[in-house]
């Protein structure tokens, strides 16, 4: 099949390299992976945590997220199984620089329960900060990269469950794909040459206040595929 045949950008690769080209992530990982989301018997679907569907497949007590993170989560690009060492992948995939943007608002107007939901999120994300022993401006980890520190939140508590669950340990992968041909066009070309991602992620962790070697410690995985021959 042809790239031009998937979505545009992440969403696209991702799925072209689930059902093209899986070898890829398997063979920078060393394992065989088992991939739950997106797959194409479920149209590509992706899930949040907190779904019953998740739930029954990675064993995880859905009622510990209440007073963590708003029912509205964050939707995971991929989650894959290593069966044999009976470990979940959680993935977040990206294939240009643009795609780590801001978010996590709240404004002057917020109701009362955008308001809760807010400080959920901030309650999470400042003891993971915490955690790190990080004294970067808290406006970095609530706001500026909020796309990496809630996926890291999320890292953090479903470690705390390996004992009940069907997986004996969890990790987190940052999936940047280099040279996304969907990305170029006459005008501008958004797509990620090689070495970019590497540039990109030392200078967030940087600013964020934590060590690469930290991240590794915990499961975290920052990996980049080349997806010229995508």
Same mark, same amino acid.
């Given at each position: 099949?042809?790239?031009?045949?998937?979505?545009?950008?992440?969403?696209?690769?991702? /799925?072209?390299?689930?059902?093209? #080209?899986?070898?890829?992530? =398997?063979?920078?990982?060393?394992?065989?992976? &088992?991939?739950? &989301?997106?797959?194409?018997?479920?149209?590509?679907?992706?899930?949040?945590?907190?779904?019953?569907?998740?739930?029954?497949?990675?064993?995880?007590?859905?009622? *510990?997220?209440?007073?963590?993170?708003?029912?509205?989560?964050?939707?995971?690009?991929?989650?894959?199984?290593?069966?044999?060492?009976?470990?979940?992948?959680?993935? *977040? !995939?990206? &294939?240009?620089?643009?795609?780590?943007?801001?978010?996590?608002?709240?404004?002057?107007? !917020?109701?009362?329960?955008?308001?809760?939901?807010?400080?959920?999120?901030?309650?999470?994300?400042?003891?993971?900060?915490? #955690?790190?022993?990080? =004294?970067? =401006?808290?406006?970095?980890?609530?706001?500026?990269?909020?796309?990496? &520190?809630?996926?890291? !939140?999320?890292? #953090?508590?479903?470690?705390?469950?390996?004992?009940?669950?069907?997986?004996?340990?969890?990790?987190?992968?940052?999936?940047?794909?280099?040279?996304?041909?969907?990305?170029?066009? /006459?005008?501008?070309?958004?797509?990620?040459?090689?070495?970019?991602?590497?540039?990109?992620?030392?200078?967030?962790?940087?600013?964020?206040?934590?060590?690469?070697? /930290?991240? /590794?410690?915990?499961?975290?995985?920052?990996?980049?595929?080349?997806?010229?021959?995508?």
């Amino acid at each position: 099949m042809n790239r031009n045949q998937y979505p545009k950008g992440s969403k696209g690769m991702i /799925q072209c390299l689930v059902k093209e #080209h899986k070898s890829l992530l =398997d063979e920078k990982l060393g394992v065989n992976l &088992s991939w739950i &989301s997106p797959i194409e018997s479920t149209n590509f679907k992706e899930y949040q945590l907190n779904g019953s569907f998740i739930s029954d497949t990675i064993g995880f007590p859905p009622n *510990e997220f209440y007073n963590f993170w708003p029912s509205r989560q964050p939707q995971w690009d991929g989650l894959a199984m290593d069966n044999e060492h009976k470990t979940l992948y959680l993935i *977040e !995939a990206k &294939s240009r620089l643009s795609e780590i943007e801001p978010g996590n608002y709240l404004t002057k107007d !917020a109701n009362e329960s955008q308001k809760a939901n807010f400080n959920l999120k901030k309650n999470a994300i400042m003891s993971l900060k915490n #955690h790190y022993g990080s =004294d970067s =401006d808290d406006k970095l980890w609530l706001h500026t990269y909020y796309q990496i &520190s809630n996926r890291l !939140a999320f890292l #953090h508590k479903l470690k705390k469950f390996t004992a009940v669950a069907k997986y004996n340990d969890v990790k987190l992968i940052f999936l940047n794909f280099e040279n996304d041909s969907s990305w170029k066009s /006459q005008s501008k070309n958004e797509s990620v040459p090689y070495g970019g991602w590497k540039k990109k992620y030392a200078n967030i962790l940087q600013k964020l206040g934590i060590s690469k070697e /930290q991240l /590794q410690n915990e499961g975290v995985l920052i990996i980049d595929i080349d997806g010229s021959n995508f």
